[in-house]
């Protein structure tokens, strides 16, 4: 059987009638809604395999977001 639902919060709202008693333990399968495509998932597989033989990929993300945070102060203009 396969029904939709809507999720809000840790809620889903169906939607439409199920005929199974209140109270009855239920096993969910969720599928998003929207997919990749075939093509799309060679192509993200491909991007993944690119960055995966990068060794100092983490060292460079390290340093951007190591320059990112760091203060770097601002100007302050004179009223003279």
Same mark, same amino acid.
Request: glycine share 8%.
């Given at each position: 059987?396969? +029904? &939709?639902? +809507?999720k809000?919060?840790?809620?889903? =709202? @169906?939607?439409q !009638?199920? !005929?199974i %008693?209140?109270?009855?333990? +239920?096993y969910?399968?969720?599928?998003p809604? /929207? #997919?990749? /495509? %075939?093509e *799309?998932? *060679? *192509? @993200? *597989?491909?991007l $993944?395999?690119?960055?995966e033989? #990068?060794p !100092?990929l983490?060292?460079t $993300?390290d340093? +951007?977001d &190591?320059? &990112?945070h #760091?203060? =770097?102060?601002r100007?302050?203009n004179?009223? !003279?």
């Open positions: 059987m396969q +029904i &939709r639902g +809507i809000h919060g840790n809620t889903i =709202q @169906l939607l !009638d199920l !005929d %008693p209140d109270g009855d333990e +239920i969910l399968e969720i599928v809604k /929207t #997919q990749h /495509t %075939p *799309q998932q *060679q *192509q @993200l *597989q491909a $993944f395999g690119i960055l033989h #990068q !100092d983490d060292h $993300f340093t +951007i &190591r320059d &990112r #760091q203060y =770097q102060g100007e302050i004179s009223l !003279d």
